[in-house]
């Protein structure tokens, strides 16, 4: 029988800090293939070669923002064709920007406040600075921090302002189609991509599966990042569902297993 046929998105050479996405996708594209024929593109070919494949994988393609016009022809083309995309393009967060920290706060969930007028920086808490980035940000790509003084003249046009918080360490939480897979946190928060396995607590999980369950993707990979408060608490820091990093080398050999079988039975489903 043919077996499906994917076309897996990934950019090899992309220098991220901290991470090799290349080593990453090319473990993952050889598990991969036990199961499906599988070509991978750069993220600017995406849209010339999907025709030819029955579904499309989305992986550590690096920052849209640095190729934005492409990924948006690519969103639009993929949805006016029914193109399979795996992670599904029907996400509320990364994947459209950054209005969704707005919404959250808005909506009173366990979030960093957040806003995005000069009107509103009454609403935030008081802090000794303040954490200032592009809505269409990632990577930390854009992102500088404010006085109070300094803020009330920055210029706060297309961006988001959060107070800067004082945290133990940030964790987050691996989910495929709404299943929770591995957590990871940062022991020292300095060194943001230095991690080790998290064990959650059941209020842990609780968290991020609110998060999950929010958002509306049935296929697909989302990674919940979160940051502990001095006090204990947690707060969402990103809701990334666009192509997040795995950090698979870092979690056991059965829990990789574990994560490629998920993904495996998703993608198959996606295909059904």
């Not at 918080?165 to 300095?190: G, K, M, W």
């Not at 064990?199 to 049935?218: G, T, Y």
């Not at 001095?230 to 990789?256: H, I, K």
Request: aromatic share 10%; charged share 25%.
């Amino acid at each position: 029988m043919a077996r499906p046929r994917i076309l897996y998105v990934t950019d090899l050479s992309y220098p991220a800090r901290g991470r090799r996405y290349g080593d990453e996708d090319v473990r993952l594209t050889a598990r991969l293939r036990e199961r499906f024929d599988l070509a991978l593109a750069h993220p600017l070919d995406a849209t010339a070669l999907m025709d030819a494949f029955d579904a499309v994988v989305v992986r550590n393609s690096g920052p849209v923002l640095h190729y934005q016009a492409a990924y948006q022809e690519f969103r639009t083309e993929a949805l006016r064709r029914g193109t399979r995309v795996w992670t599904q393009l029907t996400g509320l967060a990364d994947q459209i920007g950054k209005q969704y920290l707005l919404d959250l706060t808005a909506a009173g969930y366990p979030v960093i406040p957040t806003v995005d007028r000069r009107e509103d920086l009454h609403l935030l808490p008081a802090a000794d600075r303040y954490a200032v980035k592009p809505k269409q940000g990632a990577d930390s790509i854009g992102l500088v921090f404010a006085t109070p003084e300094e803020l009330a003249t920055t210029p706060l046009g297309g961006v988001l302002v959060q107070p800067r918080i004082d945290f133990r360490h940030e964790v987050s939480f691996y989910f495929v189609d709404r299943e929770f897979q591995y957590a990871l946190y940062t022991p020292d928060p300095e060194r943001r991509w230095e991690l080790a396995v998290h064990r959650p607590s059941a209020e842990d999980l609780a968290f991020a599966q609110r998060f999950v369950d929010w958002n509306r993707i049935d296929h697909g990979i989302q990674r919940v990042d979160a940051c502990r408060t001095r006090e204990g608490d947690l707060l969402l820091v990103e809701l990334e569902d666009l192509n997040p990093y795995l950090s698979l080398d870092l979690v056991d050999p059965a829990t990789q297993d574990a994560f490629v079988a998920a993904m495996t039975a998703s993608i198959t489903r996606l295909l059904a």
